[in-house]
């Protein structure tokens, strides 16, 4: 079975400056799909930034991009420039890839979350 | 155009009452999940349908739950006789997935959910 840790609970950031979140995953599969989802205090649950397993280059949203380690299974989350706004939790996720025929329903298992605050 | 909605956005009720949770998915999406969230935790997998056929319903606690999509489109998640312990955030997400190859395609959007209080 997939696992997902997430192993900062809590983070700070000073406003305009940079931080990284962290999240390593445990799995068999070659074939695989990795997103970060941010929940503000509004308790939304929103699309950061997603990266297939398969992708060498590391994808970039804006102010977010990844640092994404196949070989370590691993999958950190950067922040430039951090706003205000960023202020929330913070949940990395996995699911494994589909394919015509197979039994994979698709569903994301998700880390334990790292709150971030961002101070002025 | 409009997102993933679920109402109602809040739910208090007795213990031993039933009560029903419903989800509108993004129009044309296939793929539509339901997920419980803890309070400080991360979302935990219930059910699955793909258009109205529930292919997975692994992770439903047990025969008070129960979910339906009958038409493809909205899905309601029933809990039987609620218990405190059913208290949570329930989610419900969904994507497109016309192509499961493809990882936009896959990609998971999420309603505001509904926070459920059980006394």
């Known amino acids: 079975a997939q696992t997902v840790t997430q192993s900062q609970p809590e983070m700070s950031v000073q406003e305009a400056e940079t931080v990284t979140l962290s999240c390593t995953y445990d799995?068999?599969?070659?074939?695989?799909?990795l997103f970060w989802y941010k929940q503000p205090p509004s308790r939304q649950m929103i699309l950061v930034i997603r990266?297939?397993?398969?992708?060498?280059q590391n994808a970039t949203e804006n102010r977010f991009s990844v640092n994404f380690q196949k070989a370590a299974k691993s999958f950190s989350l950067k922040i430039s420039d951090s706003q205000l706004g960023d202020t929330a939790m913070y949940f990395c996720?996995?699911?494994?890839?589909?394919?015509?025929?197979?039994?994979?329903?698709?569903?994301?298992?998700f880390g334990q979350g790292t709150t971030l605050q961002v101070k002025p | 155009g409009a997102g993933v909605s679920q109402s109602p956005r809040y739910k208090v009720t007795k213990r031993g009452q039933d009560v029903a949770l419903r989800c509108d998915p993004i129009?044309?999406?296939?793929?539509l999940y339901w997920y419980r969230q803890a309070l400080g935790q991360g979302p935990e997998f219930l059910t699955y349908?793909?258009?109205?056929?529930?292919?997975?319903k692994s992770g439903l606690p047990n025969d008070r739950f129960s979910a339906e999509r009958p038409e493809g489109s909205i899905s309601t998640l029933t809990i039987q006789r609620t218990e405190q312990r059913d208290s949570a955030m329930y989610r419900c997400?969904?994507?497109?997935?016309?192509?499961?190859?493809?990882?936009?395609?896959?990609?998971?959007?999420f309603g505001p959910g509904t926070r459920l209080l059980v006394l």
């Open positions: 997400a969904s994507s497109l997935a016309l192509r499961v190859l493809l990882a936009k395609q896959e990609t998971q959007y």
């Open positions: 799995t068999s599969e070659n074939n695989y799909y």
């Open positions: 990266q297939e397993a398969y992708k060498q």
């Open positions: 996720a996995f699911m494994k890839s589909r394919y015509v025929g197979s039994s994979n329903t698709g569903k994301l298992i």
């Open positions: 129009s044309g999406h296939v793929s």
């Open positions: 349908f793909n258009y109205e056929a529930q292919q997975d």
